[in-house]
């Protein structure tokens, strides 16, 4: 099977702090591959440098090799801009722009230059159709994306990343700010989405990481202590430490 | 520890004491501004309406000439005449008696009958004007009436005679014909520092708007934190401590030559709305920067993963989410154009302009006011009257940031 | 599939996106740069005209600096600029207005922030607001029909006559009114920062709600106080017009007297201005110098007074 990414020696520093510690791992393509660990482990830390999201925080610089297409991310002749066009993301809290359902899944698409309103209406309706959103949706297109409730912000935001078309979708914890039945929801697209995409979920949740996951990585204090099938890690995990915590003794 | 009644007592009368005392302290700021308020409104008022916005500053005289043939009739008075006002039943002209607010004795044209022969007059005075008709109208002062009599002898009439409104008309009843009329214009109204007041808020926010705006973006949202950028930074808030009147100088001496450049000869108007540019950037890059700061991270987050450059990011989602931070600034800024008075005094001149453009010396409201106060005669009234304008305006835009900012505080999440 | 983003993505497309995001990051330093550097133009620019008649061949002839510095005399019909009296009338004017208005304020504001009821301590912040609000030369028109009023009613009182009230008192008068909401609003805000738990210590001890507000919370929010007052005493420096409607422009000094006509360095500077060349319109460049020496002089001073004064609080 395919790799999406290929992750070499990763070292993470935040001015003198060591956030990640020598990460070598590979992520399948068209798999959903759940990082789970304690907070502050660095899971989510890891799940920003793959679309380069730490470039924003002044202080942090990344060692280490990213491949994602033969192609080193972090190669200086590398266009940021046009990598997160390949690798999107949906973010903790759902965060529509203050703007029209519309033109939140439009916006992706019109940066990059797509002025033609056919073409914009025909990807708006898939995106929101493969994010199961469209039936809900489709009579209020044209209305604020703030009026929706929070799973629906959440998939219209899953929505808005596929428009995009990526490789990969990234997310980070996209159902704790959710409740159970919203988050059911989103879990059942995701095990849709995996046909087309391939996903890395950042989750607190053992249960979902074991629902939804193919892969599982578990990170303690910066490093990754234990990467396997999720079935193997659940089941049988070769570390103590990463058996502790799926049982629940610490964390 | 024993606490004596006296003791006690004491010590809730001095506590007593010392709450009246902050009382009384907050009292004397309401009392100054009532009295403030009080004077300002009481003195003015009187002068407040239409034709003080209308009206030009300076009153333009005029010689104008009664046509020949056309001469006296018999005029009924119209019923809806003010009984002050004197009507000459001959000539069909009502004149009326006034005060100028420099307590002159004026007299007035009140009303003018269609078929008189005021109505039909031609200009004289040299000029491009001279032979246009230019008929008495309401409102104008009349100075002074030739006629001639039934001796057939040349007469005249009026306020040049010290004559009262009662006493023309009765003049005018013996005159057999009407020769000229010297009229003046009414005088003492701001037009044309109102618009010199409108120039400057739209070429100074021209100017300082997108710069501002820039700035602040180019603080808040690219630049990374150094040396070079904290210099910056200090720079703009110095800025703030600058006393208007330094401003002058600067304009006269940094920006004079920029105006120059476009045919400037004078201290004008494009100078000061430029040196009022430079006071306000440090106002609306503040105001911005305080309303970049609330849009939430996410939104900025969610834009670039979706592959938007920081450029897009923030002109579709961080500067439309920041509008209402900088409309503030705006208001505030136009706030401080209406009162700003020490800059634009070195920059712009002290002479009202009737007719200003931006290339000419003209004054703003508040300029305007320092102008018909430093003379040799402080017109009180006059100044009384802008300064309940500028009071009423700032009152407004102050009750507009308060709603705008309460506004703010309950957006985003 | 035709409408699929990823067949619309193109090279070219791209580089046209990065080019505009660059220009316009240009742009924005370039406008942030220029804001920035507005300060060094304004002090640089007057420096360079202050400086020019102090330096030989000078077209209306060299002046002697130390004489204008230390002069006694400003008269302009005889060519003879001296700003050191000046300066100390400018000092003492605004000095006096925070003599007069400081604790009038630091009163003010603890009323509005720790006893008023809620609805009275909104009514005076809108009254202090308002305050502020009010341009300097609506002050001047008041400064000019009232204030003078009110000295020369005092003057008569001691039997002294006043050049129609225009003098030191009423330009100390004056900057008083003007720099109060300065310095309130600023205390309010000191004030209202100061920790409840501080209050609430002094409260268990047994002190009243008053003593615990003149002994703790305004000591509390000292360093907060006196920053007020430095921003208040700065404004008094700077404020020209309404001060030159109301100070009369003595020739020579310095002015004790409070009901004597004083000259600030402002109002000297905008002192007939209308019909002015030559010298005597450059020479207002010094003033200007002098004007953000004094400002920047005692803002030194004060802040590092404030910092000793914070030190022990």
């Known amino acids: 099977m395919e790799n999406c990414f290929e992750i070499e020696n990763l070292n993470l520093y935040y001015g003198e702090k060591q956030a990640l510690k020598n990460l070598n791992l590979s992520i399948r393509k068209n798999c959903v591959t759940a990082l789970i660990g304690p907070s502050g482990c660095g899971k989510s830390t890891f799940l920003r440098c793959l679309n380069r999201m730490n470039d924003l925080i002044e202080g942090c610089r990344i060692e280490g090799k990213i491949m994602i297409q033969g192609v080193d991310i972090y190669d200086p002749k590398t266009n940021v801009v046009d990598l997160r066009t390949k690798v999107g993301m949906v973010f903790q809290r759902p965060n529509p722009f203050p703007m029209s359902i519309f033109e939140n899944v439009a916006y992706g698409p019109r940066c990059q230059g797509i002025k033609d309103r056919r073409i914009l209406k025909e990807i708006v309706e898939n995106s929101l159709k493969q994010a199961a959103l469209y039936e809900e949706v489709h009579d209020r297109l044209h209305e604020s994306a703030m009026g929706l409730s929070g799973g629906q912000q959440q998939r219209l935001c899953i929505a808005r990343a596929i428009a995009m078309e990526p490789e990969v979708i990234l997310m980070d914890e996209p159902t704790s700010a959710l409740d159970p039945i919203a988050t059911s929801k989103i879990e059942e697209l995701i095990e849709e989405l995996k046909k087309s995409y391939s996903i890395i979920i950042v989750t607190h949740s053992m249960q979902q990481a074991s629902r939804v996951s193919d892969d599982t990585a578990f990170f303690l204090l910066g490093e990754i202590v234990e990467m396997d099938t999720t079935r193997m890690i659940f089941n049988q995990p070769k570390d103590k430490r990463t058996e502790d915590y799926i049982t629940g003794r610490f964390g | 520890m024993n606490v004596t009644k006296k003791q006690q007592r004491q010590r809730t009368l001095k506590d007593a004491f010392l709450n009246g005392l902050t009382a009384f302290s907050s009292m004397l700021s309401v009392l100054v501004l009532t009295i403030l308020l009080g004077y300002v409104f009481s003195k003015g008022i009187g002068l407040v309406n239409v034709d003080l916005l209308r009206n030009q500053y300076w009153s333009k005289s005029a010689i104008v000439a009664v046509e020949e043939g056309t001469q006296s009739g018999t005029f009924e008075r119209p019923e809806d005449l003010p009984k002050e006002a004197v009507w000459s039943e001959k000539w069909g002209i009502a004149l009326i008696d006034a005060v100028s607010h420099e307590k002159q004795a004026l007299v007035l044209v009140e009303r003018v009958d269609e078929n008189s022969v005021f109505a039909a007059t031609v200009d004289t005075s040299a000029g491009p004007n001279q032979g246009k008709s230019y008929p008495v109208v309401p409102g104008l002062q009349v100075q002074k009436i030739d006629f001639t009599d039934q001796q057939g002898n040349a007469n005249f009439t009026g306020m040049l005679a010290s004559e009262t409104a009662e006493e023309m008309v009765h003049a005018l009843d013996q005159a057999v014909s009407i020769r000229s009329v010297f009229i003046k214009t009414p005088g003492g109204g701001i037009r044309g520092s109102l618009i010199a007041t409108l120039y400057l808020i739209f070429v100074s926010l021209l100017f300082a708007l997108p710069i501002g705006v820039a700035s602040a973006v180019y603080l808040n949202e690219i630049a990374k934190k150094n040396r070079f950028n904290g210099l910056i930074r200090s720079g703009i808030e110095t800025l703030t401590g600058v006393p208007s009147i330094v401003y002058g100088l600067m304009g006269v001496s940094v920006l004079f030559p920029i105006t120059a450049a476009f045919g400037a000869t004078t201290t004008n108007i494009l100078l000061g709305s430029l040196t009022l540019a430079i006071i306000l950037l440090p106002t609306i890059i503040r105001s911005t920067e305080e309303a970049l700061l609330v849009v939430p991270q996410s939104l900025r987050d969610a834009s670039l993963s979706l592959g938007a450059s920081e450029t897009q990011t923030i002109f579709k989602i961080t500067l439309p989410c920041a509008i209402p931070g900088i409309l503030t600034g705006v208001l505030l800024s136009i706030g401080r154009i209406i009162g700003e008075s020490a800059a634009l005094i070195y920059t712009m001149g002290t002479f009202i302009n009737d007719s200003p453009s931006l290339l000419s010396q003209g004054t703003s409201l508040a300029v305007h006011i320092w102008s018909v106060m430093s003379g040799e005669q402080p017109n009180f009234e006059l100044a009384c009257a802008i300064s309940i304008l500028i009071l009423v305006f700032v009152l407004i835009l102050n009750l507009t940031v308060k709603l705008i900012s309460r506004r703010l505080n309950k957006a985003w999440y | ?313």
């Open chain 3, 1 to 313: 599939m035709e409408t699929s983003l990823r067949h619309q993505r193109n090279a070219e497309k791209l580089k046209r996106k990065m080019r505009i995001d660059k220009a316009f990051k240009y742009l924005f330093f370039l406008a942030a740069l220029l804001s920035g550097s507005c300060i060094l133009l304004i002090v640089l620019f007057i420096l360079i005209k202050g400086i020019q008649p102090f330096l030989p061949g000078y077209r209306y002839g060299q002046m002697d600096l130390l004489q204008f510095l230390f002069g006694t005399m400003w008269r302009q019909d005889q060519a003879v600029y001296g700003v050191g009296y000046i300066v100390i009338n400018t000092l003492i004017s605004a000095f006096g207005a925070l003599l007069l208005s400081f604790p009038i304020s630091v009163l003010t504001a603890l009323f509005i922030a720790k006893i008023a009821p809620r609805k009275l301590s909104a009514m005076l912040s809108t009254v202090v607001e308002l305050l502020a609000s009010i341009p300097s030369v609506v002050y001047g028109v008041f400064a000019a029909g009232m204030i003078v009023k009110l000295v020369k009613w005092l003057a008569s009182l001691w039997g002294i006559s006043t050049a129609g009230g225009s003098s030191l008192l009423a330009v100390i008068l004056l900057l008083a009114i003007m720099i109060f909401p300065t310095i309130t609003s600023m205390a309010v805000t000191a004030i209202q920062a100061v920790d409840h738990e501080l209050e609430l210590g002094s409260l268990a001890l047994g002190a009243t709600k008053t003593q615990t507000n003149f002994k703790v919370v305004l000591k509390s929010a000292k360093s907060g106080i006196f920053a007020g007052a430095i921003l208040g005493l700065g404004r008094a420096f700077g404020e020209a017009t309404a001060v030159s409607m109301v100070a009369g422009n003595k020739l020579f000094g310095p002015t004790f007297d409070l009901f004597d006509i004083t000259r600030t360095l402002t109002s000297t500077m905008l002192a007939g201005l209308k019909e002015t060349t030559g010298l005597d319109y450059d020479i207002r460049f010094s003033v200007g110098i002098v004007l953000m020496a004094v400002i920047l002089v005692s803002n030194l001073i004060l802040n590092a007074v404030k910092e000793k004064v914070g030190n022990h609080g």
